[in-house]
């Protein structure tokens, strides 16, 4: 599924204006925002797919459009998927963007593949 522009602008302009330094990858068959070299937030079928504390998954899953984040057929711990509805508003999605950063410097790089 493509990634809407509009949506990954707004993703843009909430990073620029906390004056976060960050990068963009494609991944999963959308967009991927790397902050400090890891993967925080990005655009998944559709929705987003946040990476946030595993300790509150259980209370973020009660906010409209999160759920568990499942890949490949397998539960990924600390990662929830948001459906539109759940950050339609800027509100919302700056809240979810709050959220993967203040996790971001406590969350472990992947390792880097040898080339």
Not at 18 to 43: A, H, P, S
Not at 64 to 88: C, F, V
Request: hydrophobic content about 35%; aromatic content about 10%; some cysteine.
């Amino acid at each position: 599924m493509a990634t809407d522009e509009f949506e990954l602008d707004r993703m843009r302009v909430i990073l620029q204006e906390q004056k976060i330094k960050w990068t963009e990858k494609r991944m999963f068959g959308g967009n991927c925002f790397m902050v400090d070299d890891k993967m925080c937030f990005g655009t998944y079928k559709g929705g987003l797919m946040v990476r946030i504390e595993p300790d509150e998954a259980d209370v973020l899953t009660q906010r409209l459009g999160a759920s568990q984040m499942i890949h490949g057929g397998r539960k990924m711990t600390g990662y929830l998927r948001i459906e539109p509805e759940g950050y339609d508003t800027d509100e919302d999605l700056y809240f979810w963007i709050e959220k993967c950063l203040a996790f971001n410097p406590k969350a472990k790089a992947s390792k880097k593949k040898k080339k």
